[in-house]
Structures are given as C-alpha cells and as structure tokens.
C-alpha cells in the first residue's frame, strides 16, 4: 500500500530528477568567506524559521498538545543542527510558522520560513523558484472515493466533482487527466487537504484527489478504513523535498550535507519507519513499507557506499 513498485524506469528517472534539484548543493563552497544571505539571518537572530502543514500526516502536522510534529519536520530539525555547525551557533532557535499549499513557496520567496517542512513535489516549475533537498519521499496522485463508490479509475469519473488541495501538483495533475480522457470534470478547490476530506465526507464531491500516501495518512488519523478507500493508478509521480531559498549555495550545501550524514549513519530509513510504518504520536498507523525507489534514493546519498 502506498509504493510504487516494479518501476525501474521511473526511479532512475525520479533518482535523475533528485539530483538535478540539488545540483548547486554539490558545487558549494562550505568554508567561503562570509555567510550567505540565509545563514547570515540565522546567525543575527540566532533563530531558523520552520514551515510546517497543520494536515499533512505523517509529513508535517499537530499532535493532540498542538505541536508541530512529523517526518519533514525530524529532517528540518537535523538540518537546523547542521546550520548551527556551519555558523558556530550550537544552541539556535526553531520558530515553526504555519504554511499551507498556497502560500508555502512565497513563504520561502518572502523570507518568511527559511525551511519548508510539509509534503511538498520538488519539479522542474518550482525549481526555478525555490531549492530543494535531495529526495525525501516518492509520492503519486491517486482517488480517495467512499468505499461504496464504483469508480476504480479516472475513466470512472466522467461528468463528476473531484475536490484538489489548492496550489498542489494534483490539481495540474486532474485538469491533465480531464484534458486527456474528456471526463467533463467539476474540479473543485479547497484550500487545505483537512477541508477536501471534509467535502468527501460532507458529499460535496465524488473523489478527493492527492497523494497516495496523503490520502492514507488522512483516512488514518480519521479512522475512516470503513468509509473510505483509495484507488486508481498513478495518475502523477511525485518527488518530495524540503523547500528552501534558491541562489544559496552554502544553504544548499548544508542541506544535501545533513541528508548525507544521515544516510552515511543509517539513520534514513529508521526514520521512515518511525512515521510510516510505527504507531505515530497520535495513535493511528499507516504501516506503509519503503517504496524501493526511495530506498535507492538513500542509498545513493550513503558515502560508505563508495568507500565500499
């Protein structure tokens, strides 16, 4: 539930894809002279700012005492602790501001988060905004419907409403889907992934349309195994990755650095299963196992594996 698998084509594509993202991090300078406009900031302030989703388990999202908490977020937090190595300030601050899908890239334009933390796809569109870190997941558009629904597949929705998350890959996604199968679609847009599940629930809309792993983490948190399923083909391949400003190349390297540390420690794939297959802090589990392409992905940023 949840992987993409028997697709060798598709990782080396979705691998190629990482890499590009992160390019200027692997050209980096980390001991230049002076700091880059981000890391400067961070050292006056002596503070990081987090973007995190407040619905978007088991990525970025609230526990039961309102604290932002989440897989995106552990990896943010282990690259706050290498931007405190890289500015010589061990003991930084984390303020987490809340993003949504919206607003979350110009949240990074605007100096507002200098990390975003949530489930966001790391494209080539974006990536002429904003930098990315090397992949932390692969996701893919997918249909939750009720499970009393008899739509199998996008073909099944021809002349229904599907609600998207604003301002999300999914959206661009179903209008190419509609474009392509001549569904005739009402494509309706909610603002946060919480209110499009509520549309499903409210019947307002015949399938909520995001990514897989998304879908499962609302039906988790909802308990809704008995109302809802998830179902369809890919109808996109999504590679996520923490968000941050683009043009930094210090940044960048303090990033893709943080990724290789953890995967030269093995610590990568504990951490997945932590958030994806363990019981989660609020009680639900997904138990949703590594998709190979990921566990590739990791091992491609382990640098005991070229020593071996």
């Not at 060798?8 to 230049?32: F, I």
Request: include cysteine.
């Amino acid at each position: 539930m949840g992987q993409i698998s028997g697709r060798p084509a598709v990782a080396r594509g979705l691998l190629l894809a990482g890499c590009l993202l992160a390019t200027a991090a692997t050209s980096a300078q980390t001991g230049g002279e002076g700091l880059g406009p981000t890391l400067a900031a961070i050292k006056r302030a002596h503070v990081v700012h987090l973007g995190y989703r407040e619905s978007s388990p088991p990525f970025s999202f609230i526990d039961p005492s309102n604290r932002p908490i989440g897989y995106s977020l552990e990896l943010c937090e282990a690259v706050v602790d290498e931007i405190g190595v890289e500015v010589d300030d061990p003991d930084l601050r984390i303020e987490y501001v809340k993003v949504t899908s919206d607003d979350r890239i110009q949240a990074v334009l605007k100096n507002k988060i200098d990390l975003e933390c949530g489930s966001t796809t790391a494209n080539a569109e974006r990536a002429r905004q904003v930098a990315f870190s090397p992949l932390m997941f692969v996701a893919g558009t997918k249909l939750m419907v009720p499970k009393s629904s008899p739509v199998t597949s996008a073909a099944d929705l021809k002349g229904k409403t599907v609600v998207v998350t604003k301002g999300t890959t999914n959206e661009q996604a179903m209008h190419a889907v509609d474009k392509k199968l001549g569904l005739g679609l009402n494509i309706v847009v909610a603002p946060d992934h919480e209110q499009s599940y509520q549309m499903l629930v409210d019947g307002k809309a015949d399938a909520f349309a995001t990514d897989d792993i998304l879908l499962y983490g609302l039906i988790a948190r909802h308990k809704s195994q008995n109302k809802f399923r998830v179902t369809g083909d890919y109808l996109s391949y999504d590679p996520y990755g923490i968000m941050f400003r683009k043009g930094e190349p210090q940044l960048a390297a303090v990033v893709e650095r943080t990724f290789r540390k953890l995967a030269t420690n093995h610590d990568l794939v504990p951490l997945y299963n932590k958030w994806f297959v363990s019981r989660l802090p609020t009680g639900e589990r997904l138990n949703v196992a590594i998709s190979p392409q990921l566990e590739e992905a990791f091992k491609v940023l382990d640098d005991s594996e070229g020593e071996n």
